[in-house]
């Protein structure tokens, strides 16, 4: 049971947060790619700015709590995949 390998994951964005989630688009890209690379410390710094002006993004708050458990549990072959192992 389960999945092997990595899947892309989509966000269905109500109409009317459409502005408020082109706002922090950008700042998300940069932010995600500072966390495929490893880059914790970056990646938090942005999360945090996003979380400023929308407190409730999902994914932001998803990726940055990633963060913090990649960073406690030091991955030394860090591909940008996380591997869930739990519901």
């Known amino acids: ?12 964005v109500p109409r009317h947060l459409h ?3 082109a706002k922090i688009i950008p700042s998300f890209n940069i932010a995600r790619d500072r966390y495929y690379k490893g880059e914790w410390i ?3 710094k942005i999360f945090d700015s996003i979380l400023e002006v929308v407190p409730d993004d999902g994914p932001s ?8 458990i990649l960073k406690e549990h030091a991955i030394a072959d860090w591909t940008g995949v996380y591997e869930h192992t739990h519901k």
């Open 19 to 21: 502005e408020t989630v």
């Open 42 to 44: 970056e990646a938090t």
């Open 61 to 68: 708050i998803i990726l940055k709590d990633r963060v913090h």
């Open 1 to 12: 049971k389960g999945r092997q390998g990595a899947v892309t994951i989509f966000e269905v």
